[in-house]
């Protein structure tokens, strides 16, 4: 079984930035698609950011330009560097390591909050 941690959250105000990290328990972050989700108060898990095995990054649009995926295989670690924070940042963020048709597990989450 592998565990992924999320760290970095935290309370901070608009325009600020934060860093998350996401851990993995095993080497897997580079031979998996690794993403970030987020889930609202009261609202259903949303798509964040992603970066596939063979290094490409896509992001949803809410967060283009603002937050940026990557990841250091040698700390078998993926972070996702969020600036310009706005309010409807606000969320518990997860962070994913899927191989389709392997494996597909989740973090416990961070919980990021951007008060205006």
């Known amino acids: 079984q592998v565990q992924l941690v999320e760290s970095g959250g935290g309370l901070v105000q608009a325009g600020d930035s934060l860093r998350l990290s996401c851990a993995a328990s095993?080497?897997?972050?580079?031979?998996?698609?690794m993403g970030w989700y987020r889930q609202a108060p009261e609202k259903q898990r949303e798509f964040v950011a992603r970066i596939t095995s063979g290094g490409t990054t896509n992001s949803a649009d809410s967060v283009k330009g603002r937050f940026t995926i990557s990841r250091d295989n040698a700390k078998n670690t993926v972070y996702l560097q969020m600036n310009s924070l706005k309010p409807e940042d606000t969320a518990v963020y997860y962070c994913?390591?899927?191989?389709?048709?392997?494996?597909?597990?989740w973090g416990q989450g961070t919980q990021v909050t951007v008060s205006s």
């Open positions: 994913r390591a899927e191989r389709v048709g392997r494996y597909d597990y």
């Open positions: 095993k080497t897997i972050v580079s031979n998996s698609n």
